[in-house]
């Protein structure tokens, strides 16, 4: 299992600020009615980030998920990444609607670099196995879930990703957040199912033997 804390989330305060544009979020109402404000409010909330992964790879003979949905007998590598929960907290501790969305765009945007942060790591370790990388399908991750009420426009990941049906979801969580020891950085269940860290992505990414070029 590979552990890394606080690593850097570059702020891509543009890309967010266009988003937000972009979902004609009423902020002037709230008190942000230029764009150097909208990029204070922008950096003040990526001032919270505390992100962490662990993630780690599984041969073919790991069994624990072969009752969950999951397909079985393959190579893959299962991560958990969070942009921990201040984020999270701060956002909601805003009065004015538009100020929460607006924070919601920006954690979003934040989750989405760290996902690819870490799915970069993977594809650089498959590589170096003589293997590629396929479509990571999401176990866990705040749109998915019936729980979280922040709303944002939809998550990259799960876009361009294969989102798990609710039920194998629900059975995968909790056995790979123990097999990757996910308490590490402050990512467990309670007693009815629900994630300690709501902006948290659970994923998995399944290694493929490297296609020959055509000559």
């Known amino acids: 299992m590979k552990k890394i804390r606080h690593f850097k989330i570059p702020v891509h305060h543009k890309e967010i600020a266009r988003r937000a544009?972009?979902?004609?979020?009423?902020?002037?109402?709230?008190?942000?009615?230029?764009?150097?404000?909208?990029?204070?409010?922008?950096?003040?909330?990526?001032?919270?980030?505390?992100?962490?992964?662990?993630?780690?790879?599984?041969?073919?003979?790991?069994?624990a998920l072969d009752l969950t949905g999951v397909q079985p007998g393959r190579l893959f590598s299962a991560a958990v990444v969070t942009i921990g929960s201040k984020p999270y907290k701060k956002a909601n501790e805003y009065a004015e609607i538009p100020l929460k969305e607006a924070a919601a765009i920006a954690d979003y945007e934040f989750l989405e670099t760290a996902f690819d942060f870490v799915l970069d790591l993977i594809k650089t370790e498959a590589e170096g196995e003589n293997f590629?990388?396929?479509?990571?399908?999401?176990?866990?991750?705040?749109?998915?879930?019936?729980?979280?009420?922040?709303?944002?426009?939809?998550?990259?990941?799960?876009?361009?990703g294969k989102p798990l049906d609710p039920v194998t979801a629900r059975k995968t969580l909790p056995i790979l957040l123990h097999e990757l020891n996910a308490e590490k950085i402050d990512i467990?269940?309670?007693?009815?199912?629900?994630?300690?860290?709501?902006?948290?992505?659970?994923?998995?990414?399944?290694?493929?033997?490297?296609?020959?070029?055509k000559k």
């Open 188 to 213: 467990t269940l309670d007693g009815e199912g629900n994630i300690s860290n709501k902006l948290t992505a659970v994923f998995i990414v399944p290694w493929e033997p490297r296609r020959k070029k």
């Open 21 to 63: 544009g972009k979902a004609e979020i009423a902020l002037p109402a709230a008190g942000i009615t230029d764009t150097g404000a909208l990029w204070e409010f922008i950096f003040a909330q990526a001032a919270e980030l505390d992100p962490g992964v662990v993630y780690n790879s599984f041969d073919k003979n790991y069994t």
């Open 132 to 160: 590629e990388t396929g479509v990571p399908e999401i176990v866990y991750a705040p749109q998915l879930s019936e729980s979280f009420e922040m709303r944002a426009p939809e998550l990259r990941f799960i876009r361009n």
